[in-house]
């Protein structure tokens, strides 16, 4: 179900260090800014920069929350019991088998997602919502 997230999050993951933080040279390293030249992952797009390192988690949650929002409006699948963004997200989240003591509860995503929003624009700009309709297709 998440392997087109594959080669984004292992890359993610070979760039923690043991604290499970990444550089902030990576906030804007989502999965669509990403392309697939001569074999190799390639970042383009790359207008973000944070000062401090970053929780590997909140790199997940960040490119996973705003590549689903970039995709055509949703809606509830009469198909899969997945209903809404935090159930798909949870299950995420466990596909990608992080270690013990690495920070997964989307609320506290959400809210350094929050916080790293307020720290580049000065306010609020990015409310992210607790849940949203996901559409299989």
Request: aromatic fraction near 16%; proline fraction near 4%.
């Amino acid at each position: 179900m998440f392997s087109a997230f594959d080669p984004w999050s292992k890359a993610l993951k070979d760039s923690a260090d043991e604290a499970w933080t990444c550089d902030g040279k990576l906030l804007d390293f989502m999965p669509f800014n990403l392309v697939y030249e001569n074999g190799k992952l390639q970042a383009f797009d790359q207008e973000w920069i944070y000062k401090d390192r970053l929780l590997l988690s909140h790199l997940l949650y960040r490119g996973f929350y705003h590549t689903l929002t970039r995709m055509m409006p949703l809606r509830k699948s009469t198909r899969h019991d997945i209903a809404v963004f935090s159930d798909l997200f949870n299950r995420f989240i466990k596909w990608q088998n992080l270690p013990e003591g690495c920070p997964v509860s989307m609320d506290y995503l959400r809210w350094q997602e929050e916080k790293l929003m307020r720290s580049i624009h000065g306010f609020a700009r990015f409310r992210s919502v607790r849940d949203f309709p996901i559409q299989y297709m």
